[in-house]
């Protein structure tokens, strides 16, 4: 079968292929469905909250966050100096 636009003289056919929903969309629905990769690849409670806070928190709460803990950190540094 010819579709209609090649017998027209048209030398090409534009095909549109894709996945209607947006990428978020997307995963939450293989998540929800049990994908395997989640199955494969474990995380720390302290990494999933970390990814939980990149991808939700507004990003004024994000880096007031990442200034207490480096200051956390210079803190120590200092202690063991």
């Given at each position: 079968?010819?579709?209609?636009?090649?017998?027209?003289?048209?030398?090409?056919?534009?095909?549109?292929?894709?996945?209607p929903?947006?990428p978020?969309?997307?995963?939450?629905?293989?998540?929800?469905?049990?994908?395997?990769?989640?199955?494969?690849?474990?995380?720390?409670?302290?990494?999933?909250?970390?990814?939980k806070?990149?991808l939700e928190?507004?990003?004024?709460?994000?880096?007031a966050?990442?200034?207490?803990?480096?200051?956390?950190w210079?803190?120590?540094?200092?202690?063991?100096?």
């Amino acid at each position: 079968m010819v579709h209609k636009d090649l017998k027209h003289g048209q030398d090409y056919e534009v095909v549109m292929v894709g996945v209607p929903r947006t990428p978020t969309e997307f995963l939450e629905a293989a998540r929800l469905v049990g994908h395997p990769r989640g199955h494969l690849v474990r995380t720390s409670m302290d990494v999933d909250q970390a990814i939980k806070a990149n991808l939700e928190w507004p990003q004024h709460q994000l880096l007031a966050h990442r200034a207490a803990v480096f200051k956390g950190w210079l803190k120590r540094v200092a202690e063991i100096k």
